[in-house]
């Protein structure tokens, strides 16, 4: 394995080059091009504070704004990066056929690009901190980015699973699409945990704190929204399932290479 990754870190000038590639694409004739980088997550924020922080007021508490973007951002990268890794081998079938390189390079500038997204998408987060939540601005933010490589990790090892599954199953993009929305609403980002936690047996307590997004997306809410030091041993989770999945992705794409490179 480390010498794979050895091998693949020769390649980072085409990773690089690969991620620009993906962000341009995405922003072909398009007006605001990198603006919309900030604006979905507030579209998106906007749209679901009125329906459950208005309409279903039972779901909101004290900022709650800070609380439902703390979440959105982290979601949205997560999952629009699954999406697009799906793509990543079907859409470069024809240089995966002509070059021999690490395949891998692909789902990992898939990933890349969405975290230069959603690192840019913290601007405007940081400016609604600002606003409504002043507090927040400790020392307990210098985590920040350790929490966001831990996302990242785990992403690529899923993104690596998705890419491969997508190349013999055609289908399951479309049903990757349902399973990420019922991802999403099992996962404390438009509620609060303990609607679930303090109405549920234990076995469904396990269950839900067995989510892979659990620990990182409460690291996030611990960090910008009741900004306090994440708990150490929910460090230690998130670090051991992102590490986990990293490597479970990475043995799961080694072992089908050869073979889903003769069915693209």
């Not at 309409?55 to 909101?60: T, V």
């Not at 460090?235 to 992705?249: E, K, R």
Request: charged share 15%.
């Amino acid at each position: 394995m480390l010498k794979k990754i050895k091998w693949l870190w020769r390649y980072r000038d085409l990773i690089r080059e690969l991620t620009i590639k993906e962000l341009k694409l995405r922003y072909k004739n398009s007006a605001l091009g990198f603006l919309w980088s900030f604006l979905n997550p507030l579209f998106m924020m906007l749209v679901y504070f009125v329906v459950f922080g208005k309409i279903f007021p039972q779901m909101r508490g004290a900022n709650y704004p800070v609380y439902l973007l703390s979440g959105l951002l982290l979601w949205n990268f997560f999952s629009i990066s699954l999406i697009n890794s799906a793509y990543s081998l079907i859409h470069n079938a024809s240089l995966i056929k002509k070059i021999y390189f690490p395949r891998e390079v692909f789902p990992i500038a898939t990933v890349l690009s969405n975290l230069i997204n959603f690192l840019l998408s913290l601007i405007p987060f940081f400016i609604i901190l600002a606003i409504f939540h002043r507090k927040i601005f400790n020392l307990n933010l210098l985590f920040a980015p350790i929490a966001i490589f831990f996302l990242f990790v785990m992403t690529i090892g899923f993104a690596f699973i998705i890419s491969v599954i997508s190349v013999y199953f055609r289908d399951f993009i479309q049903i990757m699409e349902n399973l990420l929305l019922a991802w999403f609403f099992i996962s404390p980002i438009i509620y609060k945990e303990e609607l679930i936690l303090s109405n549920s047996s234990e076995k469904i307590k396990i269950l839900y704190k067995l989510n892979p997004l659990y620990p990182i997306i409460k690291i996030f809410h611990s960090l910008f929204y009741i900004g306090k030091f994440p708990d150490i041993k929910t460090i230690y989770y998130c670090a051991l399932i992102s590490l986990f999945v990293f490597i479970l992705g990475w043995i799961y794409f080694q072992r089908y290479e050869d073979k889903f490179v003769k069915l693209l």
